[in-house]
C-alpha cells in the first residue's frame, strides 16, 4: 500500500507540467458564489457564464452593439423599431428582435420567446431577487408573434432603445416550474445553483459540466452550439485570490493565461512582462473604469470651484501614468473614455500648473503666508482628508503621490483607507466622506452619467440612499443635457450634446478626473483570437475564436 | 467515567450557553457593521432605484433590527434549520460541507506535522539546555514563530513550484489533463500548504515542550526516580515527559476549534477552498446564516476540545482524576 501511495504521488509530481493543449485554464482572482445570470451582479459570474451564456444584445470588443441571440439588430430605420404614443401622450416604442433559428440550449432545447417573457417575468417580479429592475419596469408589454419573434413595448423612447444587454434570457422549460408558486424563494432554488450542470441551462458555446465551490469551474463544449466550433476540448477557469500566488501559478503552469477582466493590477503586469515577456504576451486594453476623485460639494472648501480647479492644477496625472503605469492608462478630462465613440478629443480639465494652481488658492483667499502650508484669514489651515479603497496597492501608490504634490502647493491631505465594503457600503453611499473619496466607476459604452451627475440622484435618507451623486452636485445646465441625451435619436446631434457636458465637467470640476483604467491580459504566446473589450461584457463572448498555434 | 460525567455534563451546559452567548454577540457585531449588502449593490449598479433598495432590503430580512433577526434566526436553528445561505443560494449545511473537510485536511495535517516535528526537537532542546543543538531549536523557533505564514507560502511556491517545478503551486487537485483528484494528486496538492502551515507552528510547541520539559526537570520526584536508579531514559519517558505533556495537551486541545475555522492567510495564498475564506466571505457579505454557523462551529469545537483537555488530563493525571 505504502509504494502504492509513493507510485501514485511520483507519477503525479511527474506529470504536473504536461497539459493538453486542447485544454485551457484561465486564471482570475475572485471565484462566483452564485450562478443565476439575472440575480446579483458579479464580475467573475458575468466572465464564466459569458462561455456559456449568449445575451440577446450585447457590445463588442470595438464598442458597438450587436445581436448575439438575434437575427438582426432592430431599428426605427429598418423598421423593427416603431415609435409608440403612450396613453400619456409620451414617446415610446415597440422594438422586434427575432431570435436565431438555431439557438439553443445545451439539452437540445430551442430558445424561444416564451423564455424571453419568463426572463421578464421573473425580473419585474418584486419577490424573485433580481437586484436591478429598471430595465424590466420600462418593458411595459411583450407581444410573441412566435417562437422567435417578440415585440417589446417600452415605455419611453431613448438613443438605446435596442440594447437589452441586461434582460438575461433563462429557460422557461427548467426555471418556471422553480419560479411559479414560490417567487419569493426563487433565489433560493434556481436550477442555476441547485443543479449548475444541467446542460440546458446554457446557450452559448460551452456549459458548466463541474463546479468545485471556490476551486475552479469546469466548461466543455455545448453539443448544441449551432455557432462557429469552439476549439478548446475544456475551459477551467480557477480562482486564486491572491495575485502573487495567481502570478506564481501562470509561472509554474498551474494556469494558462490571467483573465485581464479580474487579472493582475497593472503595475505588477508591467512588472511581469520586464521579466517574462518573453514567454507571455501582456496585452493591455484602456478600459471604461474611470479612476476619480469624488469631492464632497457640501464642503464649504470645495464648494468653490476655484479650489477644485486649482486642487488638479496641482497634479501631474500626466507624470503618474507614466511613472507609475508606463504610460497605459490615459488621462481622464471628462466621464466618458476615449475609446468611446462620443469622446470629445477638444475638450481637457485643468492640466498641470503649480503657477495656475497658487493662483487660484490665493484668489480664494487659501494663502502661504510664512509656512508651508496654506491658510484662510481665519488662520483655518487648508487640510482635506482622501479616502479610499485598502488593499488596491496601486490606488494607495497614487493617493501617496497625490498627497505629496498637493503639499507642494500648500495643501495638507490626510490619507485614509478603508475596506471596500465599508467605503461603497457605507461611506460614499451614505455621502459621509468630508472631503475627498478616491474609486473607480465601471460601465458601459455611450453611458449617460445620470445615476452620477444628475441632481435627482443624490443619495439621502428619504431616498433609501439611491443614486451614486455621491458629490451632491446640482446643476440645471448638465440636468438639461443629461435629459437631452438620453433622448436624442440623431447621431451627429447627440455627439454634440455629449461634448457640452464633457465641457461643463471639466468646468465645474464635481470630481476629479484621474485616468481610465487599462485591463492586463496575460496570455500564452501560442494562444490566439483573445480579444479584450474593455466594458463590462467581458472578452469570452468571443471564446470560439480562441485557439492554440 | 463515572467520577467525572458529572462535571463532563456542567461543562456540557456551560458551553451550550457560551454558544448562546456568542451568537449574540456575532450577530450583533455583523448586524452593526457599517454597509449593509443592498448598500454594496446600490454602490455597484447604476440602476438601482431607491424603490429596488426598499424591495430588497425587505426581501432579505434587513429592513428588521438585527435583535428581531437573532431572534428569528434562533427558532429556526432550535428546530434544526440552518436557513439558507444568502450568498451561495444554497443551505447553509451545503455551502459549508465541502470547505469544512477541506479545512480539516489542511489543519490536521500542519498540526500533525508541527507536533512531530516539535516535539522531539523541544525534548531534545531541554535535554541538553544551552547546547549547540538548545541554541539551533531556539533559532529555528524564533524563526518560525516570527515569519509570516504567507511571505513563507509564497517563498515555498516559488522554490518548489516555480522554480523547481516540484509540486503543484495552488488548488487542491489537478484541473487538467486525467489522473486529477487520484490520492496522489490530492496529496501533491497539500504538501505546499500543509507546511507552511505546519512549519508556522513548529515553534510555539518546540518552545512549550521545551519549557515543560525543564520545569519538570527540577522537581523532586525526578531526582527521586534517578536517586532510585531509573535510566535515564526511564526518568526521561515515564516521569518527565507524561508530566510535561499535560500543558501541551491543553495547548492542542485548544487548537481543536483551529481545525475547523480555517487559516484565512493560508488558504488565499495557495487557493485552498476552505473554511476561513468562507467564514470572511460570508461576514464580508453579510450572510448572517452561513457566517454565524460557521464562526459558532468553531466556538463549539474550541469548547469542545477544552472538554477534551480536561479529559486527556484526568487521564494523564491520576490527581486530576481522583478530584
Known sequence: MRRLLCASLLTTLLALPAQAKDELVIGITQFPSNFNPAIESMLAKSYILAFAQRPITAYDASWQLVCMLCETLPTIENGMAKVETLPDGKNGVAVTYVLKADARWGDGKPVTAEDVAFSWEVGRHPQSGVAGGELFRRISRIDIKDGRTFTLHIDRLTFDYNAINDLRVLPAHIERSRFLGAPAEYRNRTAYDQDTTNAGLYNGPYRITQVVQGSHVVLEPNTHWAGKKPFFRRIVVKAVENTASLEANLLSGGVDMIAGELGLPLDQSIAFEKRNGSRYSVITRPSLAFEHIDLNLDSPVLKDGRVRRALLHALDRDAMTRQLFDGRQEVAHSVVPPLDWVHAFDVSAAGFDPAKAASLLDEAGWTLGGGSLRANAKGEKLSLELVTTAGNRSRELVAQVMQSQWRKAGIDVRIRTEPPRILFGETTTKRKFPHMAMFAWYSAPENVPRSTLHSSMIPRADNSWAGQNYSGYASPAMDRLIDAIEVELDKPKRKALWRELQALYAADLPALPLYFKADSYILPKGLTGVEPTGHQDPSPYGVENWRWE | ?323
Open chain 2, 1 to 323: 467515567m463515572g467520577v467525572i460525567s458529572h462535571p463532563v455534563l456542567s461543562r456540557l451546559t456551560q458551553s451550550l450557553a457560551v454558544l448562546l452567548v456568542m451568537s449574540f454577540v456575532i450577530y450583533g457585531l455583523m448586524g452593526l457593521m457599517p454597509g449593509d449588502p443592498i448598500d454594496l449593490m446600490i454602490a455597484g449598479d447604476p440602476h438601482l432605484t431607491a424603490a429596488d433598495a426598499v424591495r430588497l432590503k425587505a426581501l432579505y430580512g434587513l429592513d428588521r433590527p438585527w435583535t428581531e433577526r437573532w431572534l428569528r434566526w434562533l427558532a429556526q436553528v432550535v428546530q434544526g434549520e440552518l436557513g439558507y445561505s444568502r450568498l451561495y443560494a444554497r443551505p447553509v449545511a451545503d455551502a459549508m460541507g465541502p470547505a469544512l473537510v477541506n479545512t480539516a485536511v489542511l489543519m490536521s495535517g500542519s498540526l500533525l506535522l508541527a507536533l512531530a516535528v516539535a516535539l522531539p526537537l523541544g525534548i531534545a532542546a531541554a535535554i541538553r539546555p544551552h547546547s549547540l543543538l538548545d541554541g539551533a531549536v531556539n533559532l529555528l523557533a524564533f524563526a518560525s514563530v516570527s515569519l509570516p505564514v504567507f511571505w513563507l507560502g509564497l517563498m515555498l511556491i516559488g522554490l518548489f513550484a516555480v522554480h523547481l517545478g516540484w509540486l503543484p503551486s495552488g488548488g487542491m487537485v489537478t484541473v487538467t489533463g486525467e489522473g486529477g483528484g487520484s490520492l496522489g494528486d490530492r496529496l501533491a496538492h497539500a504538501i505546499l500548504p500543509v507546511s507552511a502551515l505546519g512549519l508556522a507552528g513548529i515553534g510555539q510547541y518546540a518552545r512549550h515542550m521545551r519549557a515543560a520539559m525543564l520545569a519538570e526537570a527540577g522537581h523532586d520526584y525526578i531526582r527521586t526516580a534517578k536517586a532510585k536508579g531509573c535510566s535515564p531514559g526511564r526518568v526521561l519517558l515515564r516521569h518527565q515527559l507524561r508530566n510535561a505533556l499535560l500543558p501541551i495537551t491543553t495547548i492542542v486541545a485548544l487548537e481543536v476549534g483551529g481545525l475547523f475555522s480555517g487559516a484565512l492567510i493560508t488558504e488565499t495564498v495557495f487557493a485552498w477552498p476552505g473554511m476561513g475564506r468562507l467564514i470572511y466571505e460570508a461576514v464580508m457579505g453579510n450572510d448572517f446564516n452561513l457566517a454565524l454557523s460557521g464562526l459558532l462551529l468553531a466556538t463549539a469545537m474550541t469548547l469542545g476540545g477544552s472538554i477534551l483537555a480536561d479529559l486527556a488530563y484526568a487521564r494523564l493525571d491520576p490527581r486530576v482524576r481522583a478530584r
